[in-house]
């Protein structure tokens, strides 16, 4: 149990454009969804939490207009990078809260060209 | 704000040795998880801790919490090569649901 799936698994758009990744629990409805980014060889960090129903909260120095969270039901989650650029190149990973842990995703790897 | 630290970076292991990696915070944690994460892998929950002192085992794993709740350790013995792979600490505030990542500790596996 407590399965989530991102997809994507991995996207190669053209700077400019804008990707949308997607991340479900498959098997649990999850009130909280984390999104976080992973650079090369570093640890996780939280760009934003989103609930079902609500606003995302976004980290700070995380842009929320270029970083769009949509958390329109209890299973799904989806966050849109909007006008990519190659800086924005990287590993993004969603989790999905069951009681007080956190079951990842097994992320969408963005390259920007 | 809230800062997790592990030490060390990097640990190459002789296979069949020991090793212990330590994550400390920089304020009192509610819980602390591990996740392992193998090369291009997603993090893999492995446990849970909540209890001041706290102890528990997983096989060849065993995982403390501090008294203080600040602090965090992972010690694994008679490594195996299966045991490659990025290991982090993530803390939870008291009262919050946001998990801080450690910057994790790489592990190596001489055969």
């Known amino acids: 149990g407590a399965v989530v799936s991102q997809h994507p698994s991995w996207v190669i758009c053209k700077s400019g454009t804008s990707v949308k990744i997607e991340c479900r629990s498959l098997d649990f409805q999850a009130t909280t969804m984390f999104w976080y980014r992973q650079f090369p060889k570093q640890s996780l960090m939280l760009m934003a939490t989103?609930?079902?129903?609500?606003?995302?909260?976004?980290e700070q120095g995380v842009e929320k207009d270029k970083f769009l969270i949509n958390h329109a039901s209890l299973t799904l989650s989806t966050l849109t990078v909007t006008s990519a650029h190659p800086e924005d190149s990287s590993f993004y990973i969603c989790?999905?809260?069951?009681?007080?842990?956190?079951?990842f995703g097994p992320g969408t790897r963005l390259t920007v060209t | 704000g809230q800062q997790v630290m592990q030490i060390p970076q990097y640990q190459h292991v002789q296979e069949g040795e020991d090793f212990t990696t330590y994550c400390n915070s920089s304020?009192?944690?509610?819980?602390i998880q591990w996740y392992k994460q193998r090369p291009g892998g997603h993090p893999v929950f492995l446990i849970q801790?909540?209890?001041?002192?706290e102890v528990k085992k997983q096989k060849r794993l065993t995982f403390q919490f501090g008294e203080a709740k600040k602090n965090s350790s992972l010690h694994i013995t008679a490594t195996q090569t299966t045991d490659v792979g990025t290991y982090f600490c993530a803390g939870i505030k008291a009262a919050g649901n946001k998990l801080t990542f450690g910057g994790g500790t790489r592990v190596l596996v001489k055969p």
């Open positions: 989790s999905a809260s069951l009681a007080t842990e956190q079951y």
């Open positions: 304020t009192t944690l509610s819980n």
């Open positions: 801790l909540v209890k001041s002192g």
């Open positions: 989103s609930n079902e129903g609500s606003k995302a909260t976004y």
